[in-house]
T-cell receptor, first 111, second 114 residues
């Protein structure tokens, strides 16, 4: 059975801090790992990672995949209150016909 | 471009009632799927489809039916609602195995079964 584990489950930081969120996976026939941000409604896409060691960046957010360690990290630098959300990690396998999600990390950024 | 549209946004059902959650996408995506999200449990896959006429079960399929008669629509049917089906339901779609932008999600349906 495919499994995705995220840590920590929740995190409270001060504005301006840097945070690192973790995602590890145990799946058969790995294809890609995706990060999503969920505020009040639907998850919104952040990154898709398929190759080990190649960092993807978008503004203050970045992510990297380590296929040897079966894991990924999501970094957020200079956090802002607008970064408060649940961050979801998901994995696709085979033909990428479905997503297997972790339980998410709830991030709260305080002033 | 509407993306993925889910209706209704909110629904209250009595135990034993049936209903259909609607999902439509206008991006000509091959893949569509249904997830439920419960507190502390992330999103869990209910059913998914890789094209019209093809569906398969996910992690938590019991109590739900799906069909995919067209590329655009993927309705989720609750046969006999139970309080354990109280959840937020998300429909998602993607263009297939060469996707580089992940899945697109609908805005969700919050279902309460009393």
């Amino acid at each position: 059975e495919d499994k995705v584990v995220q840590s920590p489950l929740s995190l409270v930081v001060h504005e301006g801090d840097t945070v690192t969120l973790n995602c590890s996976y145990e799946v058969t026939n790995f294809r890609s790992l995706l990060w999503y941000k969920q505020e009040k409604k639907a998850p919104t896409f952040l990154f898709m990672l398929t190759s080990s060691g190649i960092e993807k960046k978008s503004g203050r957010l970045s992510s990297i995949l380590d296929k040897k360690e079966l894991s990924s990290i999501l970094n957020i630098t200079a956090t802002q209150t607008g970064d408060s959300a649940i961050y979801l990690c998901a994995v696709t396998t085979g033909t990428a016909s479905k997503l297997t999600f972790g339980t998410g990390t709830r991030l709260q950024v305080t002033l | 471009n509407a993306g993925v549209t889910q209706t209704p946004k909110f629904q209250v059902l009595k135990t034993g009632q049936s209903m259909t959650l609607q999902c439509a996408q206008d991006m000509n995506h091959e893949y569509m799927s249904w997830y439920r999200q419960d507190p502390g449990m992330g999103l869990r896959l209910i059913h998914y489809s890789v094209g019209a006429g093809i569906t398969d079960q996910g992690e938590v399929p019991n109590g739900y039916n799906v069909s995919r008669s067209t590329t655009e629509d993927f309705p989720l049917r609750l046969l006999s609602a139970a309080p354990s089906q109280t959840s937020v339901y998300f429909c998602a779609s993607s263009s297939g195995p060469r996707v580089d932008g992940g899945y697109t999600f609908g805005s969700g349906t919050r279902l309460t079964v009393v």
